[in-house]
């Protein structure tokens, strides 16, 4: 079975410090994936997806960006965090079955102070 | 641009009664994805029922089924015997295509289960 994980659960970081968030997905080849950001008590905000190792679709420009070094593999980065880049990241992926839908991976929720 | 609505909030269900969640879209394709997504307070999303637009026929999945009026672009989620652990954010989604890699999400319902 298909498992997705994201590292770290928790993240406190200052305002201009850098970010790396990482997400895997174990079980599949070939996923398409996802980053969303979700603000709290909103919805989820599209921030870039992957249909394959280092291609990455950016929906809203911003002060992120995402890189697939592997096919399992996807970074959320940021050089220099703003106090609006707080928030809950949920990191998703789909298969070729595309109808299926997307599945999440437990999150990771960044503080920028 | 595809945009999709819920318009209730919150809503609240007392335990093994019936509730309906409310979801609209607008969209201008006639090939597209509609799904629901369970948020817990572990704030995991958890995919809760899917329906393509194609199909005519409600999905159903144990105790969640929809209410998909194509015409009206209407997608409701009722859950029936509801359950504590129903108690979440609940999000309606909508996607255009069999490929398409952009899903649009609505604001979410809270629902609140009451014993």
């Known amino acids: 079975s298909q498992t997705i994980h994201q590292w770290p659960a928790t993240l406190v970081q200052p305002v201009g410090s850098p970010l790396s968030l990482e997400c895997t997905v174990e079980?599949?080849?070939?996923?398409?994936l996802y980053w969303y950001r979700q603000a709290a008590g909103r919805g989820l905000q599209l921030l870039f997806y992957s249909v394959g190792i280092g291609q990455i679709s950016s929906e809203v420009p911003q002060n992120l960006s995402a890189s697939r070094p592997q096919d399992r593999q996807f970074i959320l980065s940021s050089k220099k965090l703003l106090l609006s880049d707080s928030g809950f990241y949920l990191c998703?992926?789909?298969?070729?079955?595309?109808?299926?839908?997307?599945?999440f991976g437990p999150g990771t929720r960044l503080t920028v102070l | 641009a595809q945009t999709v609505t819920q318009s209730q909030p919150e809503m609240s269900v007392q335990e093994a009664e019936t509730v309906t969640l409310s979801c609209t879209y607008d969209t201008s394709e006639s090939d597209y994805y509609l799904f629901w997504y369970k948020q817990p307070p572990s704030r995991q999303m958890i995919l809760v029922i899917r329906q393509e637009a194609y199909k005519q026929q409600n999905a159903t999945e144990n105790r969640f089924s929809v209410n998909f009026q194509k015409a009206a672009k209407s997608f409701s989620l009722k859950i029936s015997d509801s359950q504590l652990g129903d108690a979440a954010m609940y999000f309606c989604?909508?996607?255009?295509?069999?490929?398409?890699?952009?899903?649009?999400f609505g604001a979410g319902t809270r629902l609140t289960v009451k014993p």
């Open positions: 079980g599949t080849s070939n996923p398409n």
């Open positions: 989604a909508y996607r255009s295509g069999f490929y398409n890699n952009d899903m649009r």
């Open positions: 998703a992926w789909r298969g070729l079955a595309g109808g299926r839908g997307q599945f």
